[in-house]
């Protein structure tokens, strides 16, 4: 299945869109895409509606996030081969692991504001995965069953707040916008492997961006399975898995967003995202 919420924001409806691109409103009948709203359950749920006896949601506007909140905005970082490469880091022996702010969670096509005195935000295309059943010292072989579904992130990141502030990453990847999920949940049934999706990012049409999740150094089982021994993965938790190479932290010189940019990018089959760069002032 494909879900997404659309609407203004703080208004966004749940979604279903069938294989003919047409959307079915959910609200009435299942709750808002967050927590146990996407856990298996509600999953189920929504499988056994009949489609054609839903609304159609006619004229639907703005693309929300794919998810209403999150508990948890997991990310992991330098998990692709060759992104290891280009930032001038020995490949990690174990998931580097950070979060970043739910409150920066935004619309696939919302325009992007860059934050007041930021000067290196960067783009990152990845792989997002979303809990939909409680993990917890899960096996690598058993990891996947615990996931909901798949979805396209931008793990926007500010490198000088990153990188040049001293402790932890999540001051860096956590500003207004900085988040946008979607346009879709997939569910995990609809992708038959993690491992194996292309991923590209264009700016200003230009590819930055372009590599396959198979580059990736740490699975999404083997990521799934390394978190559940530390912590508890929660329903509705989000899981960014990192970003391949082609960051405008690894071009020579470096490039970062400014002004007037576009960012285009895209997870294959779980769809494309479109973000406007606007500057603060």
Known sequence: MKLMRIGPVGRE????????????????????FFGDGVGFE????????????????????????????????HAIGLNYALH?????????????????????LAGPNDPLTLPEGSE???????????IGRTAY?????????????????NDLSERAWQLEHGGQWIKGKSAPGFGPIG?????ADEVEDPQNLNLSLSVNGEVRQSSNT????????????YLSRFMELR?????????????????????YLRGGDVIELEVEGLGVQRQEVRSST
């Open 214 to 225: 198979s580059d990736m150094i740490f699975s999404v089982a083997e990521i799934i399975s």
């Open 42 to 73: 509600q999953l189920n749920k929504i499988r056994s509606l009949n489609p054609d006896a839903l609304p159609v949601l006619e004229s639907p506007g703005r693309i929300g996030a794919c998810l209403a909140d999150v508990s948890n905005f």
């Open 84 to 104: 290891a490469q280009e930032a001038g880091m020995d490949a990690p022996t174990e998931p580097i692991l950070f979060s970043k702010s739910s409150a920066c």
């Open 13 to 32: 409806k749940p979604v279903l869109m069938q294989v003919d691109g047409t959307l079915r409103d959910l609200s009435g009948i299942v709750g808002d």
């Open 120 to 130: 290196k935000s960067d783009w990152e295309v990845e792989l997002g995965v979303v």
């Open 137 to 153: 010292n899960v096996s690598e072989d058993k990891a996947l069953k615990h996931v909901a579904a798949y979805c396209t992130v």
């Open 183 to 187: 346009p879709w949940l997939v569910t």
């Open 235 to 255: 329903v509705g938790d989000l899981i960014a898995t990192g970003t391949p190479s082609g960051v405008g932290m690894g071009m020579k010189p470096p490039r």
